[in-house]
């Protein structure tokens, strides 16, 4: 809730913010020594007496985040949450040393440099099953956002060998890789409509050893992953299936994820796919829908937690027998990344055609109570395409509010992974959970109306994790692209360097909509824009072709958010 979270932002001001003896809101805090003081009153009053330290964030802790010792270049560094110690080497890919005064790692890649956001140095871009022709390219964008040139060096995967480029600042290059074929599981060169992988046997699954790829920069980056790349080539073929995923850097992965995807469609699987970023780290699935053996792979029965080990840079990717994976809780022993998606989803099923659904899920610590979501547009239908939305509990007994109000939207969740759905709307509208949810959203099919496009996911960024500045890539070989803002009513939004964009009001909640279509080609016609504003916004990317789409968050910050 907006006033909840304005507590929070006051609170991690820390001491430093507050004049001495003078009087404090209500939920700030400061430490006095080991002793933990909490406004109360417009007072600090002593709360808690801490046995080992006390943060003026985070409370009683067992250790100061961004204190440890070094051995060498590794670091014996406390967690960014204060429970505690872990060895971090100081990656001289990424241009990290470790400091022997502070004890952590250093550099501009380092997690103290970088905080906690969308951008970072070091990434896994995952393949994930496509019925997609392998004519078409998989490929990551990747932007650079420093003042510097950045060296990104990418391998594993399907690569024999590593690869570098050089990534210009305040540019972006776009790097295609080959499919691994394992994780995309169609391998054929034909696309769906020539029969390609149409009724081609898929497996159960697969375990691939460093079956991601490991991209890493010197500098910060942000990177998006295309499945595939291109909707059309040599001007006649159409992969009429593809979709885009923003990827998380590795230093905001976490431990707890609630995944969203779709039901089984025909022959078609639900999908997920973990990656490690840590050797030896224990992934315990509580799956939502039935799995067999297979790939390496374990059966997993609805209901009953199964447990996977990977090492960095595997992959275990899950395909439904039956049923959807929307819902199943991931929990693991390290940091992990989660992407949810289907193989081919129609969406509704009664609406043609299917289209491959892929999204990077966020962590349940970095996951919020307030969403503003707007239905995508069309060109022939500019106010917004009706689309499903899900809305998935993390705690039981969350109740939902809409602003405006959404007739027969449900108005509460009974259990953690159980979801609520909103089918066939066009509104934009704000939900307000009484507990930390998922919000995904669904384009719906071609047939569904708009004469273009197809299925694709994204998921809704919470109200609390939204920026000031984002830096995003729109493919320009598609035939329109889009960038949808959600910002304060008086904010002033530019994007690549132009006008302020102007803000419809959604009901009474105090944001508005500004949405720009045709997005056009950036400023250096490579498709890369920039979008400012004064004051934190959100933004959500998306474009179509014939039977085709893709649809992803265009970036987030991603801070533990307290409830």
């Known amino acids: ?17 507050r004049n001495a003896g003078g009087p404090c809101q209500v939920g700030q805090t400061k430490c006095d020594g080991k002793s933990l003081e909490t406004c109360v009153d417009g007072q600090f009053k002593d709360t808690m007496d801490c046995p080992d330290t006390c943060d003026a964030q985070l409370g009683c802790v067992l250790c100061e985040p961004n204190t440890g010792t070094c051995n060498g270049n590794v670091s014996h560094a406390c967690n960014a949450d204060g429970s505690g110690y872990t060895d971090v080497t100081c990656d001289p890919v990424q241009g990290e040393t470790c400091d022997q005064t502070m004890g952590v790692c250093t550099g501009s890649c380092s997690p103290i440099t970088l905080g906690q956001s969308y951008i970072g ?3 896994y871009p995952t393949v994930t099953g496509n019925i997609v022709g392998d004519a078409f390219d998989f490929a990551v964008a990747i932007a650079n956002t420093s003042g510097d040139p950045a060296m990104v060096t990418i391998e594993d995967g399907a690569l024999t060998s590593p690869m570098t480029l050089t990534v210009a600042p305040s540019t972006l290059v776009v790097q295609k890789l080959p499919w691994q074929q394992t994780l995309k599981l169609c391998n054929e060169p034909d696309t769906p409509e020539t029969n390609g992988c149409n009724g081609a046997a898929l497996p159960a699954g697969a375990m691939v050893a460093k079956g991601a790829y490991h991209l890493r920069s010197t500098n910060p980056v942000t990177v998006y992953q295309f499945n595939s790349l291109e909707y059309v080539i040599n001007g006649s073929d159409y992969s009429f299936t593809n ?19 779709w039901q089984v469609v025909g022959d078609y699987p639900s999908e997920l796919a973990v990656t490690a970023w840590q050797d030896a780290t224990m992934v315990t699935i509580d799956s939502t829908a039935a799995t067999v053996a297979g790939g390496g792979v374990p059966a997993f029965t609805v209901g009953t937690p199964g447990t996977v080990m990977l090492n960095a840079g595997d992959v275990v990717e ?33 609406q043609a055609a299917c289209d491959h659904l892929e999204e990077s899920m966020f962590g349940v610590d970095t996951l919020g109570e307030n969403y503003i979501v707007n239905a995508p547009a069309v060109t022939t239908i500019p106010a917004g395409k009706v689309e499903v939305i ?8 969350t109740t939902l509010t809409y602003n405006p109000p959404q007739a027969g939207a449900p108005a509460s ?19 307000t959970a009484s507990n930390k949810v998922v919000v995904a959203q669904y384009m719906e099919g071609e047939t569904a109306g708009g004469g273009t496009g197809d299925p694709a996911m994204a998921l809704a960024v919470p109200v609390e994790q939204f920026r000031t500045s984002y830096t995003f890539q729109a493919p320009t070989s598609y035939e329109s692209n889009y960038v949808d803002v959600t910002a304060p009513m008086g904010a002033s939004v530019m994007l690549d360097g132009g006008a302020p964009l102007p803000l419809t009001a959604i009901g009474s909640t105090g944001y508005g909509l500004a949405r720009v279509e045709p997005l056009g080609n950036g400023p250096a016609g490579d498709g890369n824009h920039t979008i400012t504003g004064d004051m934190p916004f959100g933004i959500t990317v998306y474009g179509y072709g014939q039977y085709t789409s893709y649809w992803y968050p265009g970036g987030l910050d991603l801070k533990d958010v307290i409830e």
């Open 1 to 17: 809730m907006r006033a909840r979270f304005a507590i929070i932002l006051l609170a991690a001001c820390g001491p430093g913010s």
């Open 121 to 123: 140095c070091e990434y």
């Open 243 to 261: 979709d885009a995923s923003l990827l998380l850097p590795t230093n905001v992965w976490r431990s707890n994820y609630y995944t969203a995807a």
């Open 318 to 350: 899950l395909l439904s027998e039956s049923g959807d994976f929307t819902g199943t809780n991931i929990t693991s022993s390290a940091p992990v990344s989660v992407i949810g998606g289907h193989y081919c989803a129609d969406v509704p099923l009664d």
């Open 390 to 397: 899900r809305v998935i509990a993390t705690a039981p007994n």
């Open 413 to 431: 969740i009974a259990q953690p992974g159980q979801f609520v759905e909103i089918d066939d709307n066009a509104a934009s509208f704000e939900i």
